[in-house]
């Protein structure tokens, strides 16, 4: 039979449930932190995607302006010149 | 020496191949000193893998806990299956609360040598600052003695304690540093798990946790030695095949070792510098010609 000193059933029973419950607050902690950094990702997203609309619009300004500069007078007068000076090879 | 008192837990999964002569060879090292017991992380009930047909209706966990009735050794069913890491972990605890000094994770998948114990004590007595001591072993993952001998030669109690003798007259209590211990024989004082903690449940039903573990001890101050003065057979992934846990050719599981790596980036270049300055090697060498000397077969080339 196992010596006197042996480690009892009940002992390690015990042990198991200690360990059982400090799996579990390692798996609660772990949880958490995930779910934290899952919020954080989240606020980083919704920054990027903010930051996505903000630049699209301005895009869409700098397009806007680019084509109302092609449209003045001002841009087809120098088109034309423009084409003149090569055409006559200055 | 140091008088300590020791708990072997031997972790048993169904492995009926094995068990028998694990236990057999554990049973030659109880004493006062030293206790043993097996951990059964709750086998299924009715017949594992591999059983014989006059066996099939016996319970393999009965027959593991009347084994170690036989033998003087304690018996322990989880009531649900822990995996290996937790299983590891209540080993190392129940020897916390148990008040041992030094505590053996052993595979049931080993045969231990007449002179475990003795050296282990020697090593842990040279520096009280090691958390882990690896025995020698055919199986020890990259730090493997290569013997030319077939597994049927190396599992036989006569030879592993007579190669075992052989490398302790050769090397004493003399230990190599290793980047890290092996999970299948490995004896931790229980001073360092007060320090270290147990093995992390996130590798899940295993492998890689006691890499992690020594990781740890090892960015604590602590060293994992192997003992070259000891040697274990270890036929190798009983237990995590019988699980299930990988197939027949895998060795590893990849998400764990991605863990590591995150965890510890420089320990891949740990191991490469271990083999890289030939020490091992060396002791290798020089271990296997002392063992043929004292007359122990150990082959020359690979294992057969």
Known sequence: MPTSSMPTVEMIHRCSLVAALHDTDV?????????????ILRIELADHRAERVALRAELDASRQLHAEIRASRAYRLASKVWSLRRAVGG | MADRRHLLGILVYNGRSVVRRCLDSAAALVSDRVDVMVFD?????????????????????????????????????????????????????????????CVGLINSDVVLPANLVDVVGRVLDADPSIASVTPWSNNVSLFSMSLGCSH??????????????????????????????????????????????????IFGRGYCEEVDW???????????????????????????????????????????????TDRYP????????????GDFATMEQRSRAAASSAGVPVGLGAQA
Do not use: K
């Open chain 1, 27 to 39: 798996a609660v902690a772990r949880s958490h932190e995930l779910a934290m950094q899952v919020v």
């Open chain 2, 41 to 101: 992380d709750c086998s299924p009930i009715g017949s594992p893998i591999g059983c014989h047909s006059r066996d099939q209706d016996r319970s393999w966990s009965d027959e593991v806990a009347a084994m170690c009735a036989d033998r003087a050794l304690g018996y322990y069913r989880s009531p649900r299956n822990l995996g290996i890491p937790r299983n590891m972990s209540l080993v190392m605890l129940t020897a916390l609360a148990g008040g041992y000094d």
């Open chain 2, 152 to 201: 049927t030669t190396m599992a036989a109690q006569p030879f592993v304690s007579a190669l075992s003798a052989a490398l302790w007259s050769t090397n004493g209590a003399a230990a190599i540093d290793l980047p890290t211990g092996v999970g299948f024989c490995m004896m931790i004082p229980t001073n360092a798990i007060r320090e270290i903690g147990v093995m992390d449940p």
């Open chain 2, 214 to 260: 020594c990781q740890r001890a090892r960015l604590g101050g602590r060293r994992n030695v192997l003992a070259t003065g000891a040697f274990v057979y270890h036929e190798g992934a009983v237990t995590t095949t019988e699980a299930g846990l990988i197939q027949p050719g895998d060795t590893t599981i990849r998400e764990h070792e991605m863990i590591i």
């Open chain 2, 266 to 277: 420089d320990y891949r270049q740990a191991v490469d510098m271990f083999f890289a300055s």
